[in-house]
């Protein structure tokens, strides 16, 4: 097993940034996933980890050891692929040998290991056939056999489960936790879906268009947004964010008549911060309102939806002067609170959970550390037993 | 179980290896496909058939019209091909004939019913041999470089790679007959006139155009992931190529492999031009025996019989890839 430091790695395609130069160092034995929408540059980082896209520029250390220019065979890395990659024209046995056979491993030794990821993997019962015979899952199954029969360094996945139908990627998703932490093997995760990246990681690096945006635990990446795109990005829907001019100990939002209290945390670095025309972005997630006669935002109910266990709200808080767009924010309510469309309502939010963004660079406004009024508890998300004890 | 042996099954079978399961329109429907194809295939056929049927007739069965259907066989044709004949005086044959013919071979005696007597072995056989030679060699050196050339422009970033897939190309544009002379002349200068090196040369560099657009399609058929998860897995390139992308380019290089044997072997126009022994393929051979004191059709029909083996026996021992070619791209990968 083994760290990856990646040290001001870029990835130029002609005269345009794929990934922007990036610092990062992946812990030895840590779950990473690099999140971000189709184009980011997450699969270009992960198949310049892997060798097979040179970087055009920075350096790659595997272990300490420089593997910058090292040919993808000799960096010990396994990579898994969205489509499995299973060579069509081997049974699935020679499919998971196939990497033993490349290091002259005699054939009683490519026998026992094949024996061992075969009965982790539980698919025993199919090395005979041939891997078109296979359903989705049990090709992502053969082709994680293919990658832990070798005992590489590192494992790299690339959507591994993207081709398969949700209720499979489920299965599979908690097949690979299982997976990972009995190997704890470093694995770099690459995925467009948020809620595979929480689910699995220790880390999420946040990207898009080419940059990395934020680098953090799932909690940090969720309460914590580093900027406005991380704050849309992450959770379904994202942060409501709303436009605002803070006024004394108040935030007056721009084209109503709604405001919020300014949680005393925030003030200093606010007022330091902040422009003289003191605009300032406002989020907070939609389980952060609660519906409370005497709050001090009001609006009108535009839609419901209906999610099963909490109804999710869309609340015009007025129309924006110019464009008549109505601004919308999102409010999570009990699944029994009746709220018709077009009815008024007012909500308060939490204090704990506003965040404030500078408006001129999108970036978040970090509390003051000293005083510690309405801070939120600190979660601690543990995967494993032991971390939990 | 179901009561399937009392009712029968609940939906129509259309396939299946027990003639009382499938229904009667499935087991129509099937019959009429069959007798379509088979009518194809009579008709397709009808050439071959002839041919081989005059390969066995006498000179005269061979040009009577209307063409005989019913005919007594005779071996003939295949003793003009095989063999170079002199005429015997009728006198002389007459003698033969009525002493005791046992000690002769069996071709001797068919010639000698000709009123004929065998000088010595034809050329044929020699120059079915070359055609094997030169054809044989000049597609494997095709099907190998093309295949390699396919797969660089396949997968590497080639400058000006549309250029030069086109000029590949227009090395096929100009029609042999216009190219004959200044290769003959070329050839002349070269030493390579007659030449199975010439030949061998001339056929690779004509059927390289075809094997490098044909293989470039079916390698870029082949998902870039396979190679890139050999790569991972500790293979060097070439390994992955040979490990990977040849076993998966099988039918696209079966493909290959009949176009270009088929091409080098049918050729006429360059072979008649740039050889005159050493190296003369069959084609311009059959064609010449035309010419000689009256046309031997059932010697020309026995030696096309002879020229359409090789090339059927590669197609036959083809033919699993080959119909894998036919539904390539039918099957989601």
Known sequence: MAQIELKQVEKLFGEKYAVKPMDL????????CLLGPSGCGKTTTLRMISGLETASGGTILLDGENVTWHHPSDRDIA??????????HMTVRDNIAFPLQAEGMNKDDIDTRVSEVVDILRIGHMLKYKPGKLSGGDQQRVALARALVRRPKAFLMDEPLGALDAELRETMRAEIKALHIAQNATTVYVTHDQVEAMALSDRIVVMSAAEVQQVGTPAEVYYDPANLFVAGFIGSPGMNVLKGQLDGDVVRFLGNNNTLPLPARYRIPLLTTLDADKNVIVGFRPEAGTINADGSMQGEVYAVDMHGAYKLLHVNLGDVPDTHEPTI??????RMASNPMGSQLRFTVDPAMMRFFDPKSGKAILPSQTDQTDRQPVEVLSTTAEGQA | MSDFYEVGPAEPVVISTRVDKVSPKARREHNVRAAIVIAIAMFCLLPIFVMSMTAFKTRSDAVSAPPK?????????????????????????????????????????VALSSGQEITGPSDYVGRLKNSLIIA??????????????????????????????????STR?????????????MYRQFGLHDTYQGMILLYTVFNLSLAVWLLKGFIDEIPLEYEEAALVDGYSRIQAIFKIVLPQAMTGIAATVVFS?????????????????????????????????????????????????????????????????????????
């Not at chain 2, 544009?173 to 002349?185: G, K």
């Open chain 1, 25 to 32: 160092t992946i812990n030895n034995g840590e779950f990473v």
């Open chain 1, 79 to 88: 990579f898994v692929f969205q489509l499995y990659a299973l060579y069509p």
């Open chain 1, 329 to 334: 924010v999102h409010l999570r309510t009990d």
């Open chain 2, 69 to 109: 259907l019913l005919f007594k066989p005779t071996l003939e044709g295949f003793v003009f091909l095989f063999t170079e004949r002199a005429l015997v005086p009728p006198a002389r044959a007459q003698e033969l004939l009525a002493s005791d013919t046992t000690d002769l071979s069996l071709f001797e005696r």
């Open chain 2, 136 to 169: 044989g060699v000049s597609t494997i050196f095709s099907v190998v470089l093309g295949f390699f050339a396919a797969y660089a422009f396949s997968r590497f970033d080639v400058p000006g790679k549309d250029d030069l897939m086109f000029f590949i190309l």
């Open chain 2, 173 to 185: 544009m100009l029609p042999a007959v216009v190219v004959t002379i200044p290769l003959f002349l």
């Open chain 2, 261 to 333: 044997l088929i091409f080098a072997w049918n050729e006429y126009a360059f072979a008649l031009m740039l050889t005159s022994d050493k190296a003369r393929t069959a084609p311009p051979t059959i064609a010449t025996m035309l010419g000689r004191g009256g046309i031997e059709w059932s010697a020309i029909a026995a030696g096309s019989l002879g020229f359409l083996i090789p090339v059927a026996i590669v197609v036959f021992l083809l033919r699993d890839y080959l119909l894998r070619g036919v539904t390539f791209g039918a099957v989601r990968r």
